[in-house]
């Protein structure tokens, strides 16, 4: 479980780096946009499938 959660964390991060590289490419100008664009596109379809995740871990816990 604990690599499992190791993994998650470090792929999130590589992802947030990736978006946040690809936005700031097109968005040199405005750095607080784009790091607002990179936080709110984290929030709307990463953490979804985190909590989608552990919520799938509880329910075989509690089976």
Do not use: C, H
């Not at 946009?33 to 989608?52: D, G, K, N």
């Amino acid at each position: 479980m604990n690599k499992k959660l190791y993994y998650t964390g470090i792929t999130l991060l590589i992802i947030f780096i990736v978006f946040y590289s690809i936005v700031g490419v097109s968005m040199e100008d405005d750095s607080f946009l784009t790091i607002r664009l990179a936080l709110e596109w984290t929030t709307r379809f990463v953490l979804p499938w985190i909590f989608l995740y552990w919520f799938i871990q509880l329910v075989k816990k509690i089976k």
